[in-house]
């Protein structure tokens, strides 16, 4: 079982060129985040997905876009990268937001991402 | 305006000793906490979570504590171990809401 899978692991910008974050789970989950982790930070949610078509801004969505075709995949999209993009970001899951069950999201392995 | 406070950047606890890490929170909107652990190079795994409903639960070598009165949780570890050396993050979510967030993390060294 693979759970949540991130590609690629890591990965270098030039200022402006585009990219898109893949991330694919298994698990049949319906929700689907992104976040992004700055050095000595948090995590900063970016956009999340309550199931497929459908998807919402979170804390920090500016220069980031999202899509939902299937309940498997939730790429993120960088159109015109920054050197403020630079970050590690997280791709996670869950069967519902409404987290009563014991085991919270499950995160994929992380994308490390350098604009220069 | 951060809502989920982990004041101490880093904790060193003895092997064999308790590690106690601390969170603090600000709005009382909050109804369920969790506690992440991560690893370098790898994502953030699940460890214990609580509901606003107690004020204590455990599993094994871990047990969050909450005080919902001073907006504070505490995770402690007891014995700790080698593999205990992680980031762990506080996270807290609100009350019918889809998300939750996370507080900055809290750097543990478990020294033999």
């Known amino acids: 079982n693979a759970g949540v899978t991130q590609t690629p692991k890591f990965r270098i910008l030039k200022i402006g060129q585009s990219m898109t974050l893949q991330c694919t789970q298994d698990m049949n989950h319906n929700y689907m985040y992104w976040y992004r982790q700055d050095p000595g930070m948090g995590l900063k949610l970016i956009y999340y997905?309550?199931?497929?078509?459908?998807?919402d801004k979170g804390e920090v969505p500016n220069g980031y876009n999202v899509s939902r075709s299937t309940t498997e995949d939730f790429p993120l999209r960088l159109e015109l990268a920054a050197p403020s993009q630079t970050s590690v970001y997280f791709c996670?899951?869950?069967?519902?937001?409404?987290?009563?069950?014991?085991?919270?999201?499950?995160f994929g392995s992380g994308t490390r991402l350098t604009v220069v | 305006d951060q809502q989920v406070k982990q004041n101490s950047p880093s904790l060193s606890v003895q092997e064999g000793r308790i590690s106690i890490l601390n969170c603090d929170y600000t709005n009382s909107m909050f109804d369920y906490f969790l506690w992440y652990k991560k690893y370098p190079a790898e994502g953030p795994t699940f460890l214990i979570s609580?509901?606003?409903?107690?004020d204590k639960n455990e599993d094994g070598r871990f047990t969050v504590f909450l005080n919902k009165s001073a907006k504070h949780l505490s995770l402690h570890i007891v014995p700790s171990q080698p593999g205990d050396s992680a980031v762990y993050f506080c996270?807290?979510?609100?009350?019918?809401?889809?998300?939750?967030?996370f507080g900055k993390g809290t750097r543990l060294h478990i020294l033999p």
């Open positions: 996270a807290a979510r609100k009350s019918l809401e889809d998300k939750i967030i």
């Open positions: 997905s309550v199931g497929a078509g459908i998807t």
């Open positions: 996670a899951s869950s069967y519902s937001g409404q987290i009563r069950q014991a085991d919270g999201y499950t």
């Open positions: 609580i509901s606003s409903i107690k």
